[in-house]
């Protein structure tokens, strides 16, 4: 069973940096990609930022140029620094870890239990 411990997040005024981390336990696939998504009050969830085990990460529009994910194969930990925060980035960011095929096909995902980034004005 995999299981997912998300630490950091917290408050910060705008233009501020957090750093959140998330650390995988069980039995984690070579395939298996790792990252951040995020949900705001009354909007679905949406990925932020993604990166499998080798080859480039994957941002949404709405971070790029301001958050940089980066892995830690040999640990199965992920992390995203956030810069340049704004207000609309506030929402609950879970870490999500998706297992694919040997055909990179979806598989298996897990969610860690969310953190709450709050960026004020």
């Known amino acids: 069973q995999v299981q997912l411990v998300e630490s950091g997040g917290g408050s910060v005024q705008a233009g501020g940096s957090l750093r959140l981390s998330c650390a995988a336990s069980?039995?984690?696939?070579?395939?298996?990609?790792m990252g951040w998504y995020r949900q705001a009050p009354g909007k679905q969830r949406e990925m932020v930022a993604t990166?499998?085990?080798?080859?480039?990460?994957a941002n949404a529009d709405s971070v790029r140029g301001r958050f940089t994910i980066s892995r830690e194969n040999a640990k199965n930990t992920v992390t995203l620094q956030m810069d340049s925060l704004k207000p609309e980035d506030t929402a609950v960011y879970y870490c999500h870890l998706q297992i694919f095929s040997a055909i990179w096909t979806r598989q298996s995902d897990y969610w860690g239990q969310g953190t709450q980034v709050t960026v004020s004005s």
């Open positions: 069980g039995s984690i696939s070579s395939r298996a990609a």
């Open positions: 990166k499998t085990r080798v080859g480039s990460p």
